[in-house]
């Protein structure tokens, strides 16, 4: 066990699990905490510098080194701006996956092995399977915080140096081991929101980035409803934040947004959160990246998913060129969005996927 292995202490109790484990092995554990934003870092929202705290006092407690490192520039110029351009051309980009392949296990993965790490290692709810000297991305034991989703971009040298810890564990079973261990953290609530930004009000924080551009918020017939702010802050599927709340129209039931019109800057609602044009029965996607190196095949049964917190379900890749493919469910699929990500697995192992160009009815091809 003379391994060096550098962990990503975020000062959250999954990393800070992730580091007592290697440690109480045997290995060498260093720990790393990660400055990435600083547009506001004294805003309310913020929250690194306490961060930073709870992950010093976790190292100071598991007893292994802990280091700062700062890639804000490096987030800033390979996710942030990624994030913003897409939102600006009427998708809906996801900065948590993108974050995982540009930061977590690129400019965090080669700043380890400069400090001498024979790998890193992160809180994360997955497997690494090696295989025939291929390696193998699984789900997560504890189906409700598997994060694969989050790791299909890895390619097979960012795997081959990554311990996933937490992969075999519950959730409940990460929280216990910091209690019965003395980290403080142990009841630490899970962060949420945009990677390293935090959770704040999105159309909000958005205004500082994307100029507003106000248009007609329709309903099926035509009929304009209200005003958005910008269709750059909208998400198909969205009810919150469209203020037609209040409006009584046909069956009373909630608005969602079913439609962009980028080109009219229109956004199309319809009643209910089970509304037909939520439903898709599969979608085109490119920028597709397999883990194991090779295309799935087609005329297979897999299974996928559009997005982190959904079952994924039955599908078919039906067809599959250089730039795109097809993926074709067993059954529609609720609020599939540009700009998110399709990832595919064969039962428990994920194998890749792509980013979503546009759903798809299959018998309209529409």
């Given amino acids: 066990m ?16 992730t580091a007592w484990l290697l440690k109480e092995e045997g290995y060498k554990v260093t720990g790393l905490f990660m400055q990435n934003w600083e547009d506001d870092n004294n805003d309310e929202y913020c929250t ?3 961060d930073l705290i709870d992950a010093v006092s976790v190292a100071e407690k598991i007893g292994i080194d802990i280091e700062v490192v700062n890639f804000a520039k490096e987030y800033k110029e390979k996710v942030f701006s990624l994030f913003i351009n897409g939102l600006e051309n009427g998708i809906t980009p996801n900065p948590d996956i993108l974050c995982n392949s540009e930061i977590k296990f690129n400019a965090f993965l080669n700043h380890a092995i400069e400090m ?3 790998k890193i290692a992160t809180g ?3 497997k690494v399977q090696e295989v ?11 189906g409700t915080k598997d994060q694969s989703y989050f790791l299909y971009r890895l390619n097979q040298a960012q795997l081959s140096r990554s311990i996933f810890p937490l992969g075999h564990l519950l959730k409940s079973d990460v929280r216990n081991i910091a209690k019965d261990n003395g980290l403080h953290n142990y009841a630490r609530k ?9 959770e704040r009000p999105f159309a909000e924080f958005l205004s500082g980035y994307i100029k507003k551009n106000l248009g007609d918020i329709k309903d099926l017939n035509g009929n304009i409803l209200g005003q958005h702010d910008g269709i750059n802050f909208y998400t198909i599927g969205q009810r919150q934040g469209l203020k037609i709340g209040g409006l009584k129209s046909g069956n009373g039931a909630p608005w969602f ?3 962009k019109k980028i080109k009219e800057n229109e956004i199309i609602v319809g009643q209910g959160h089970e509304h037909p044009l939520l ?3 599969g979608l085109i996607a490119n920028d597709f990246h397999w883990i194991l190196n090779k295309e799935p095949r087609t005329n297979w049964v897999y299974s996928a998913k559009t997005r982190y917190r959904q079952n994924d379900d039955p599908c078919e890749i039906d067809e599959i060129n250089d730039k795109e493919f097809n993926i074709i469910f067993g059954q529609k699929q609720r609020a599939i969005t540009p700009g998110q990500s399709v990832v595919v697995y064969e039962s428990n192992v994920c194998l890749g996927g792509g980013i979503i160009k546009e759903p798809i009815n299959q018998e309209l091809n529409v």
Avoid: E, M, P, R
């Avoid at 003379?2 to 699990?17: H, R």
């Avoid at 025939?132 to 504890?142: A, N, P, R, V």
């Avoid at 899970?190 to 935090?198: K, N």
């Fill in 2 to 17: 003379n391994k060096n292995i550098v962990v990503g202490l975020s000062g959250g109790v999954d990393s800070a699990v």
């Fill in 48 to 50: 690194s510098k306490q």
């Fill in 116 to 118: 001498g790490a024979n």
């Fill in 124 to 126: 994360h709810y997955a």
């Fill in 132 to 142: 025939d000297g291929l390696f193998k991305l699984l789900k997560g034991d504890d």
């Fill in 190 to 198: 899970d962060s949420t929101g945009i990677c390293f930004i935090g």
């Fill in 257 to 259: 947004v079913v439609d």
């Fill in 279 to 281: 439903f898709k029965d």
